[in-house]
């Protein structure tokens, strides 16, 4: 099986700085991409930061120019430093990563089960 763990969210006032970490292990054989996904509330998951092996990034409008995404491929592990954060970037926070568990198997979508960005004005 395989494990997504998110650790780094936080209560921040609005101008700070936050850094999520999301370790992947278990039967990994390869992994396509890691990505971070967030969800207000009341709103539906978005797209925040996606980041491929080779390290080719993509991030949403809102934050780009405030968010880096990096990974550590040795490590399996993707990384979210968030600056200039807004009252508006609170949300639950999701780790994603697209692998596959054999070199025949399809590569699917896996979930962490989320951390909570609170930014407060």
């Known amino acids: 099986q395989v494990q997504l763990v998110e650790s780094g969210g936080g209560l921040v006032q609005a101008g700070g700085s936050l850094r999520l970490s999301c370790a992947a292990s278990g039967s990994i054989f390869d992994i396509s991409s890691m990505g971070w996904y967030r969800q207000a509330p009341g709103k539906q998951r978005e797209m925040v930061a996606t980041?491929?092996?080779?390290?080719?990034?993509n991030y949403a409008d809102s934050v780009n120019g405030r968010f880096t995404i990096s990974r550590d491929n040795a490590k399996n592990t993707v990384y979210l430093q968030m600056n200039s954060l807004k009252p508006e970037d609170t949300a639950v926070y999701y780790c994603?990563?697209?692998?596959?568990?054999?070199?025949?198997?399809?590569?699917?979508?896996?979930w962490g089960l989320g951390t909570q960005v609170t930014v407060s004005s």
């Open positions: 980041i491929t092996t080779p390290g080719s990034t």
């Open positions: 994603n990563a697209k692998l596959r568990m054999s070199r025949t198997s399809a590569y699917r979508d896996y």
